[in-house]
């Protein structure tokens, strides 16, 4: 997992990024600095507890789609291959291959169902 993430100013400046509250939008930046290399978190409880967020910060991510979840528990940051753009040959693929497998990215490069 890399030791550096970047985020898109066009997503954590938009409008429906910064109506959430403060402690969402905190829960959103810990997920995305924990992700592996293609966005995926096997433990989101686990960061909720270390940031002090709670499952309304969790569900507001999830209703206005920052974040897509997985029946297996896994998340995703949606906007992840926007924020970030790994080299090759730093890039570890992720181990949730059947999660990956159900999504798309869009012609913004966002992944959806």
């Known amino acids: 997992m890399a030791e550096r993430r ?3 100013k066009a997503i ?9 509250p403060m402690s969402a939008r905190c829960l959103y930046f810990t ?6 290399d293609d966005g995926f978190i ?3 409880k686990s960061i909720m507890r270390q940031c002090g967020a709670t499952t309304d ?3 507001i991510l999830i209703g206005k789609r920052f974040v897509l979840t997985f029946d ?3 998340v995703v940051i949606k906007h992840w291959r926007i924020h970030n753009l790994i080299q090759k040959d730093r890039y570890r693929e ?6 990956k497998s159900q999504l ?3 012609g913004n490069k966002a992944y959806t169902e």
């Open 6 to 8: 970047m985020f898109a």
């Open 72 to 74: 297996s528990g896994v």
């Open 104 to 106: 798309q990215l869009d």
């Open 94 to 99: 992720t181990k949730y291959l059947e999660e």
């Open 57 to 59: 910060d969790m569900n």
């Open 42 to 44: 096997n433990s989101p």
């Open 12 to 20: 954590v400046l938009s409008d429906a990024f910064l109506d959430m």
């Open 31 to 36: 997920l995305a600095m924990l992700a592996d």
